[in-house]
């Protein structure tokens, strides 16, 4: 089965970690990311040999499902499903014509998926699917799923007693392109959603009475706003820090901003983009941009600017190396981070990536986010979308 603005900027403190046998929806990590595609063929080439993950199983009419393509690409801890419908009438496929290519499912592993499901009930949450078991040769996977902003769900999976290549039904295959030596990156770091203007602290609310998930940090007024828009922007992550959930809604600004470009094209909330942890950002910038990956363009008065380099000290790499490939640096009180965004991935400005490298920073980058939306905001302008 598939389940399918303030004058202040401000950053909270970091709470104080929630311990496992305290918390009431306790989450290992985030297990997958489901997309529902057009193409899950093309999609898994792309991923494949752009983002250069590795395809590891299949799920298809071949295996006697007959609504769906279903493609599992990995790169570390980082695990994507690509599905797409093979008819007209397949699930999904109202998904697709209504936001194009998207993120359906941000899948959570749980160490007991009747418990999580049964408190977010009864902790306000829609069900979508009640708990249930697949099975097959390999072991056996739990799952159920509940309702989160716009179309998208949370899938809760406990496959502790489950050694297959992926979930029952799906089969181990060959990659589509050679494995590259050096992974592009290792993790998800966290993943960023949209939602309408004056639901963001619903939605914070939400994973704080469902998942005990606590606010970690929130940005208003100028640091995240530009002359033309304007967005707000709160982080809830669970205890440990291992899911971080950063949520957008627009701000009244004079022009129409990112997060109003996404809502309209996409068609309402949803996933906006998702944060690759990686431990070599150069290399992995060169070789995604070598394979056809665009990123956001920086000006080079960003990387010459005195503030900044006194701000940001001294980091792995020379900040030539940095203005060669535009990639944005911050530091806070815990460390730096060094951090790139992809422009969108498919034919909607929708869904995009970020890539970044962190020594010691638990931010978000939001010394650079004038910056960044700066940039995006030269390419909706570009789109006609400004």
């Known amino acids: 089965m598939t389940s399918l603005h303030g004058d202040f900027a401000t950053e909270t403190e970091k709470p104080t970690e929630v311990s496992?046998?305290?918390?009431?929806?306790p989450v290992k990590g985030v297990d997958h990311l489901r997309f529902l595609v057009g193409n899950a063929r093309q999609a898994a080439h792309f991923y494949s040999t752009a983002f250069g993950m590795k395809c590891v199983a299949y799920r298809?009419?071949?295996?006697?499902?007959?609504?769906?393509?279903?493609?599992?690409?990995?790169?570390?801890?980082?695990?994507?499903?690509?599905?797409?419908?093979?008819?007209?009438?397949?699930?999904?496929?109202?998904?697709?014509?209504?936001?194009?290519?998207?993120?359906?499912?941000?899948?959570?592993?749980?160490?007991?998926?009747?418990?999580?499901?049964?408190?977010a009930l009864e902790a306000g949450a829609r069900g979508v699917t009640e708990p249930y078991d697949l099975k097959d040769e390999h072991g056996t996977v739990r799952l159920a799923a509940i309702a989160s902003y716009g179309d998208t769900v949370h899938t809760l999976i406990d496959r502790s007693g489950y050694d297959g290549p992926f979930l029952p039904g799906f089969v181990a295959r060959d990659p589509i392109v050679a494995v590259r030596p050096k992974r592009f990156f290792q993790a998800i770091d966290h993943v960023v959603g949209n939602v309408e203007l004056g639901k963001m602290d619903e939605w914070?609310?939400?994973?704080?009475?469902?998942?005990?998930?606590?606010?970690?940090?929130e940005f208003i007024g100028d640091d995240i706003a530009t002359d033309y828009s304007a967005l707000m922007s709160k982080v809830v992550a669970?205890?440990?820090?291992?899911?971080?959930?950063?949520?957008?809604?627009?701000?009244?600004?004079?022009r129409k901003s990112q997060?109003?470009?996404?809502?309209?094209?996409?068609?309402?909330?949803?996933?906006?983009?998702v944060a690759l942890a990686t431990n070599d950002i150069l290399t992995t910038v060169?070789?995604?941009?070598?394979?056809g990956v665009e990123f956001l363009n920086t000006p080079d008065s960003y990387y010459d600017d005195p503030e900044l380099r006194a701000r940001i000290g001294q980091v792995r790499v020379p900040i030539e190396e940095l203005k060669k490939r535009k990639i944005l640096v911050d530091r806070d009180e815990d460390g730096y981070l060094l951090q790139i965004f992809t422009a969108p991935v498919q034919d909607r400005?929708?869904?995009?990536?970020?890539?970044?490298?962190?020594?010691?920073?638990?931010?978000?980058?939001?010394?650079?986010?004038?910056?960044?939306?700066?940039?995006?905001?030269?390419?909706?302008?570009?789109?006609?979308?400004?």
């Open 204 to 217: 914070v609310e939400f994973y704080r009475r469902v998942m005990g998930f606590t606010n970690m940090a």
């Open 286 to 291: 060169d070789a995604m941009r070598g394979a």
């Open 259 to 273: 997060i109003d470009e996404y809502l309209e094209f996409y068609g309402g909330p949803g996933a906006q983009h």
């Open 60 to 119: 298809g009419p071949e295996q006697g499902f007959r609504d769906h393509a279903e493609y599992v690409l990995v790169s570390g801890g980082a695990k994507f499903v690509l599905t797409g419908m093979v008819h007209a009438g397949a699930p999904g496929a109202d998904h697709v014509t209504r936001h194009g290519d998207g993120i359906s499912d941000i899948a959570l592993q749980v160490p007991d998926v009747d418990a999580a499901y049964q408190h």
């Open 238 to 254: 669970d205890g440990t820090r291992k899911v971080k959930f950063p949520l957008n809604e627009p701000a009244v600004s004079a």
């Open 349 to 386: 400005p929708t869904v995009f990536f970020e890539l970044i490298e962190r020594h010691g920073s638990l931010g978000f980058g939001k010394g650079n986010f004038k910056a960044l939306f700066e940039a995006i905001e030269r390419e909706q302008e570009r789109r006609g979308n400004l």
């Open 20 to 25: 496992e046998a305290k918390d009431v929806f």
